[in-house]
């Protein structure tokens, strides 16, 4: 599902125009992104958390010419699927 | 920072921002999330622009083992759902460290790929332990492959989205005058879904080859999309400090959407992309490199030439100069050269403090027979004399005795006695040297013994 037709369904559910509802997207990603921006964790009930993780630097290879480079550390947003989501999502799997 | 946030403090900062009531962001924030999660049971994945992609993958079963019995268990084959963040997100949530880059090495060692991929998970997954809330075991590492795949190829997608719309409209502009917005919109579409189409068997290797513990570059994705090759590569995803490449693969893919638009059949070169991008890793390690590596062997080398070279030259040297006076036993021995100078000093010197005795005048040349004179210093003794002339000071018996008239008792010196030094053979003759030292020991001690009478 897109972008434009995630907006698309919102509006027609929530009886909001197009427009009203991409721009309430916009900030709602807007809100998240600056909330993970700034290191902290958003769990929402019975869909999932968004954390961020830092990751230590680590040296790989680039297998073709074989070069080693050294990657640096960074930090990275991350997302853990709370276990009602898991649960459905087994079932759905053990419905197949 | 590092705070806790929930649905409702969400819901708050949403109002606030988009100047809505709190029920509206409420209401709309729920509908939000209860769609995606339908989408997801529907095993369909969802995008949101400038944040990421939620997808549900179905993950093979697989055998493993329970941590706690250590017996063997199955792991059925279940659907997880994975987020792989935007471009955007990535680069908002990673700018404290926005400042590093990747850089190359040059440590003289050659890892091969085998272990370099392993020790990569690895290290991730060190982070990753502290997070899993999995009943499974090695989830964790699949997943955050998983993310990382996912997330480079959904990186490049909507790039790639943003960016063809703009050729793609010169394109169009080239090609024949149309009506621009609509019809490149429709173009861009249908972009996205060639890019999808031919991107759904992409998926299904990645999946394989997440399950495998590879990773596949996302420049290979998006350009091999008619190939289904498995070269594996570790890329990052271009960083900005090589727009070149940047611009030239964004050209190739435009061209090859551009294919796909008018014929299917994709049939590029890739290998010549491929090149080029990979060609900025190929660089062969030149003079300085070498000088540098081998830095501390030719500082070493260096430091054990200059002292080779410091030893030999004061060794040189020292063959040259004038040896300096080499002091006898008897530190105020004079050299032979310099005894007139010194009489003479000595003389003066003795007038001052002699007590009795004073020296005879001194300039009696030097007879060939070498009854030399000699004076006493201070410190000096009969036997540093006789050490001096004779190269014994057993020998003092004889300066002693040829001087008997200026020294009553040999024990009784005076500073600045002029004595006068016989030639040995006028005392021993022509006795050998044990005969020698044995008749100046019996004097000696005949000299002695006549003291203490």
Not at chain 1, 45 to 58: D, I, N, S
Request: overall charge negative; proline content about 5%.
């Amino acid at each position: 599902m897109t972008n434009k037709e995630l907006i698309e369904t919102l509006a027609k559910r929530l009886d909001w125009t197009q427009n009203q509802t991409a721009d309430v997207l916009k900030n709602a990603v807007d809100v998240l992104s600056n909330s993970l921006s700034e290191s902290d964790t958003v769990s929402i009930q019975g869909f999932g958390v968004f954390e961020t993780k830092k990751l230590q630097e680590r040296i790989s290879v680039n297998p073709v010419s074989k070069q080693r480079f050294l990657v640096p550390p960074k930090i990275a947003p991350a997302f853990r699927p709370s276990q009602i989501i898991k649960d459905k999502l087994k079932n759905t799997t053990a419905n197949e | 920072m590092n705070e806790k946030l929930t649905l409702q403090d969400i819901t708050a900062l949403l109002a606030k921002q988009a100047k809505i009531s709190k029920k509206d962001a409420e209401s709309f924030l729920k509908e939000l999330f209860a769609l995606i999660s339908e989408n997801i049971l529907d095993n369909e994945s969802v995008s949101i622009k400038d944040f990421g992609t939620f997808k549900p993958t179905l993950i093979n079963s697989r055998e493993s083992v329970n941590v706690n019995t250590g017996e063997k268990i199955r792991i059925p084959a279940h659907i997880r759902l994975t987020f792989s963040p935007d471009k955007a997100l990535k680069e908002l949530v990673n700018k404290p460290f926005s400042a590093f880059e990747t850089t190359l090495l040059y440590d003289g060692n050659d890892v091969l790929p085998n272990n370099a991929i392993n020790i990569e998970q690895q290290a991730e997954e060190i982070v990753v332990d502290e997070y899993s809330d999995d009943n499974d075991f090695s989830d964790n590492e699949d997943m955050i492959s998983e993310e990382t795949i996912t997330n480079d190829i959904r990186n490049e997608e909507p790039v790639l989205e943003d960016e063809e719309q703009p050729s793609g409209e010169a394109i169009e502009h080239d090609e024949a005058p149309q009506e621009e917005t609509t019809i490149t919109d429709a173009q861009s579409e249908v972009i996205e879904d060639t890019l999808e189409a031919p991107q759904a068997p992409a998926t299904n290797n990645d999946i394989q080859d997440a399950e495998a513990g590879k990773e596949r570059s996302p420049l290979q994705d998006i350009i091999f999309e008619s190939d289904s090759t498995k070269t594996v590569i570790t890329l990052p995803v271009s960083s900005p400090a090589k727009p070149k490449s940047e611009s030239d693969k964004n050209l190739s893919l435009s061209k090859e959407q551009k294919e796909q638009l008018h014929d299917t059949s994709g049939n590029n070169n890739p290998s010549d992309e491929y090149n080029l991008s990979l060609g900025e890793y190929d660089i062969k390690p030149g003079f300085w490199y070498k000088v540098k590596h081998h830095l501390p062997i030719i500082l070493l080398s260096l430091v054990l030439i200059s002292g080779v070279a410091y030893a030999f030259y004061r060794l040189f040297n020292r063959t040259q100069h004038t040896p300096a006076i080499i002091p006898t036993e008897g530190f105020y021995a004079i050299p032979d050269s310099l005894f007139l100078d010194s009489l003479a000093a000595n003389i003066q010197s003795a007038s001052d403090s002699v007590q009795g005795n004073i020296a005879e005048p001194d300039k009696t040349p030097i007879n060939s027979n070498q009854a030399v004179l000699d004076t006493l210093n201070k410190g000096g003794s009969l036997r540093t004399l006789a050490t001096k002339h004779y190269g014994n000071k057993i020998f003092w018996v004889y300066i002693f005795q040829e001087n008997k008239d200026k020294i009553k008792n040999p024990n009784v010196l005076n500073v600045g006695t002029v004595l006068r030094i016989p030639d040995l053979k006028k005392y021993t003759g022509n006795q050998t040297a044990e005969d020698a030292l044995k008749q100046a020991k019996d004097l000696e001690l005949e000299i002695e013994n006549n003291k203490t009478k």
